[in-house]
């Protein structure tokens, strides 16, 4: 059974680059149609989708963050990073790492997800 | 930009049924998604592709799509069921990925 876990930095600075690496087990990492994701929940609000990558390289964002975000998988360590850069407070969420399966242009969903790992964003 | 608008909030007896709604202008030609949340945990997918329940999830889950309005109903609603649940969709374009705002379901 596909498992994820997320790890990387508790704390970071405003205005630093926070890191974060995502550690698959028990599944292939290079099945079509199935990209790696983040999402992230502030506290106590909703999910909000950051940002998804295929193995083989083709990335989604989300628009809002901008220039932000990066992505990267390394199908060998059997892992995948985001690197959200330029943080502030409102930075400070759970977040998540998720196998995504792109389908269609309908059939799009997150499943598993790991248990996430808070970061908080504070001097 | 793209919105998902849920309900903040349903509160149900045990045993009653719970209906929770899930609007979106690009509904009618995208599936929605519903995912539980409990407290501290991470979400788990319970209905996919409007209205199919992946493996393990009770029969009592399930779900429902029309024009913008998809819905997901809880049947036998149990104290075990309280949790936020998220509706997740596209925008037409395919291309922005939306959560709804989340619904917290009460059952007492």
């Known amino acids: 059974q596909l498992q994820l876990e997320e790890s990387g930095p508790g704390l970071v600075k405003p205005s630093e680059t926070l890191s974060l690496t995502c550690t698959v087990s028990?599944?292939?990492?290079?099945?079509?149609?199935?990209?790696w994701a983040w999402i992230r929940q502030p506290p106590g609000k909703g999910l909000e989708w950051i940002a998804s990558?295929?193995?083989?390289?083709?990335?989604y964002f989300n628009p809002s963050f901008g220039s932000r975000v990066a992505m990267s998988v390394d199908t060998s360590k059997r892992e995948f990073t985001l690197i959200l850069s330029s943080v502030t407070a409102a930075d400070t969420a759970v977040y998540f790492c998720?196998?995504?399966?792109?389908?269609?242009?309908?059939?799009?969903?997150?499943?598993?997800w790991g248990q996430g790992t808070l970061v908080t964003v504070s001097s | 930009s793209y919105e998902l608008t849920q309900p903040p909030s349903v509160s149900v007896s045990p045993g009653q049924t719970a209906r929770i709604t899930c609007s979106g202008d690009a509904l009618p030609k995208k599936y929605a998604y519903w995912y539980q949340q409990k407290s501290g945990q991470a979400p788990v997918l319970v209905i996919y592709?409007?209205?199919k329940r992946p493996s393990g999830i009770p029969e009592r889950f399930s779900g429902s799509s029309s024009g913008t309005l998809a819905t997901l109903t809880l049947s036998e609603a149990q104290v075990d069921d309280e949790a936020d649940y998220y509706c997740y969709s596209l925008d037409n374009s395919g291309t922005l990925r939306v959560f709804g705002g989340g619904t917290k379901l009460t059952v007492l």
């Open positions: 028990g599944g292939s990492m290079t099945t079509s149609n199935f990209y």
């Open positions: 998720a196998r995504h399966a792109v389908v269609t242009a309908a059939e799009d969903w997150f499943d598993p």
């Open positions: 990558k295929y193995h083989s390289g083709a990335t």
């Open positions: 592709e409007d209205n």
